[in-house]
């Protein structure tokens, strides 16, 4: 069964940074595409970023290119997002998901979530 | 980048079939958006019902079903049942490799 669980989330300042981290169980981890997702509170799912199988290729939503970070480890099955100058929009639920193939960007399965909350 | 429109809110009465919708501002929807669809209940992670146009997951009850209907996607809940109140979100990549998500459709059955 796949498992997705993230962590990392919490309380920032505004121009602060973070790093989230999903730990991936029950896949081929190395096989698969992985995204981020977040919701911001009330609002509606708005797409982040993504990173195919091998790690070559990251792809960003205008909101948060330049500033966030996506990678991956294999070896540990996990994957990250490096957030850095934070903003108070950037409040919200991210969501890792697993994606459909090795280079796709749409979600297959979710994790549960990390909140994130950007405030001074 | 595109916006990807939803109807905000739809109510169905249980037994009935009802419709959502998914429009690109770029192109009409087609294949290459690959249009998938979530649902979210509250308080819960979202999960994905149809992906690229029709395609069911293993958890997807049967009653739904996804097509393309007059250059848009649409979700097609056949039979609402009261467990399908919820939020539902379509994806398009109206660009190759920046989808973008719909505002989302609140459907109540009542």
């Known amino acids: 069964e796949v498992e997705l669980v993230e962590s990392g989330g919490g309380l920032v300042q505004p121009g602060g940074s973070l790093r989230l981290s999903c730990a991936a169980s029950g896949f081929t981890f190395s096989s698969y595409a992985m995204s981020w997702v977040r919701q911001a509170p009330g609002m509606g799912l708005e797409w982040i970023s993504a990173v195919s199988s091998s790690g070559d290729r990251t792809y960003y939503a205008d909101s948060v290119r330049g500033r966030f970070t996506l990678s991956r480890d294999d070896s540990k099955n996990t994957l990250f997002l490096q957030m850095s100058s934070l903003r108070v929009e950037d409040t919200a639920v991210y969501y890792c998901?697993?994606?459909?193939?090795?280079?796709?960007?749409?979600?297959?399965?979710w994790g549960q979530g990390t909140l994130v909350t950007v405030s001074s | 980048q595109a916006v990807v429109t939803q109807e905000p809110s739809l109510t169905v009465s249980p037994g009935a079939t009802v419709t959502l919708t998914c429009d690109s501002s770029?192109?009409?929807?087609?294949?290459?958006?690959?249009p998938y669809w979530f649902q979210q209940k509250p308080g819960q992670a979202p999960r994905t019902l149809i992906s690229d146009i029709s395609d069911k997951h293993p958890w997807t009850p049967a009653r739904f079903s996804g097509s393309l209907l007059g250059g848009k996607a649409a979700l097609t809940l056949s039979g609402a049942q009261p467990e399908d109140e919820a939020e539902y979100y379509c994806?398009?990549?109206?660009?190759?490799?920046?989808?973008?998500f719909g505002g989302g459709t609140k459907l109540t059955v009542l």
């Open positions: 998901t697993k994606n459909g193939g090795p280079v796709a960007t749409h979600p297959h399965h």
């Open positions: 770029i192109k009409p929807v087609t294949s290459g958006h690959y």
């Open positions: 994806l398009l990549s109206s660009i190759p490799g920046r989808p973008v």
